[in-house]
């Protein structure tokens, strides 16, 4: 079993700032990928930024500049720190991770349960 716990959604105004963070436990012989998702009322759920193992990292275009994800491997923690917010980055966000749990296991999704960040204009 894997748990995935994020913290630091929010209410903010527009032009602020806010850290979230999401820590991987539970079996976890290796997590490949880690991600954050977003997704606003009546819209799909969609990827925010990506970061691999090796601290490669993507992000969506409308929020390149802005956002920026990283990791602490040791901590099995992944942050997005989020800048300059916007009124439409408002939306419920979420954490994944590409998890394999023992040495045969076969690789795994795992969603964090949302947090919601809600900017002000």
Do not use: H
């Not at 099995?76 to 040495?103: G, R, W």
């Amino acid at each position: 079993q894997v748990q995935l716990v994020e913290s630091g959604g929010g209410l903010v105004q527009a032009g602020g700032s806010l850290r979230l963070s999401c820590a991987a436990s539970g079996s976890l012989f290796r997590i490949d990928a880690m991600g954050w998702y977003r997704q606003a009322p009546g819209k799909q759920r969609e990827l925010v930024a990506a970061i691999t193992s090796g601290g490669s990292t993507n992000y969506a275009d409308s929020v390149k500049g802005r956002f920026t994800i990283s990791r602490d491997n040791a901590k099995n923690t992944v942050y997005l720190q989020m800048n300059s917010l916007k009124p439409e980055d408002t939306a419920v966000y979420y954490c994944t991770a590409q998890v394999i749990e023992s040495k045969w296991a076969v690789l795994t999704d795992y969603w964090g349960q949302g947090t919601q960040v809600t900017v002000s204009s």
